[in-house]
């Protein structure tokens, strides 16, 4: 074989080899994002457990607040049932958020629930799911910005059309750890 054949066959190979590369790539950020899915999904069912016991802790002290009481169970109901999408599930948790700074709210007007230990254990552990799930959420959203950079630029932007490759969506919702009052005198 002449050199310009095998000049042309080894950048042939050297293309399908990065291309496999490339894709490899993809296959393995795909994983990571599920994975830190799976982190945030494990950190929200967490705080979904949390609530009702918080609810019914509330509604010892402050059985009038049962609107306020009754949109929080809803939202709840309505996150755990959002399954699909992060952006559908973000949606469904800004309204959970909402309802929790409302019963924190609440809470302010009833020094003795305030005082309360099984109050304070749950505003903790809340607290600390909280944490825990804006950090996974960091996480996540950092895979999803890896991913969507290779999926723009060349040359990788042609092994992703080709690898069937698109953008994921970024988990956005609001900080329900500024919900939770500190537990601290």
Known sequence: MSPPVLALIGAAVLLLGWAGLSYNRFALQREM??????????????????????????????????????AVIE????????????????????VLVDGLKQLFAVAEAYPDL???????????????????????????NGNVRDLNRRVEQVP??????????????????????AAVPSTTP
């Open 33 to 70: 994002i599920d994975n830190s899915w799976s982190t945030i999904d494990t950190e929200l069912r967490r705080r979904y457990d949390l609530i009702p016991n918080l609810v019914a802790t509330v509604k010892g002290y402050a059985a009038h607040e049962r609107a306020t009481l009754e």
């Open 114 to 140: 305030k005082a309360d230990r099984h109050f304070l254990e749950l505003q903790r552990e809340l607290a600390a799911t909280e944490n825990r799930i804006q950090a996974a959420r960091r996480i996540f």
């Open 75 to 94: 939202a709840r109901s309505q996150a755990v049932a959002a399954t699909g999408a992060p952006d559908e599930q973000a949606s469904a948790e800004n």
């Open 156 to 177: 990788s932007n042609l092994v992703a059309r080709l690898g069937g490759f698109g953008r994921a969506e970024y988990f956005q919702i609001d900080a329900a750890a």
